[in-house]
């Protein structure tokens, strides 16, 4: 019989979004930030994560978005 896997936590997303963004790898970072953006919207780390890889990739509308969410969200960080 066959386990089901659990759900990705979190945390788990956004080392994976980390580790693809550290290694340039912006089409697999967006699919994992875009998971945690949807796991948890009001996550500034993910919305930061998202953020960064639309504007690596000269999404600028999108980027901006995903940044104001995340000054929003912390308005204390260097975002704001």
Do not use: C, I, W
Request: hydrophobic share 40%; charged share 20%; proline share 6%.
């Amino acid at each position: 019989q066959l386990v089901p896997s659990a759900p990705p936590v979190l945390a788990d997303l956004l080392a994976q979004g980390k580790e693809h963004l550290d290694a340039n790898d912006y089409s697999a970072a967006r699919a994992v930030f875009q998971r945690a953006v949807m796991l948890d919207p009001a996550s500034y780390d993910a919305q930061l994560g998202f953020g960064k890889v639309e504007l690596t990739e000269g999404n600028l509308e999108e980027a901006e978005l995903r940044l104001r969410l995340a000054s929003l969200l912390r308005p204390q960080s260097n975002y704001s």
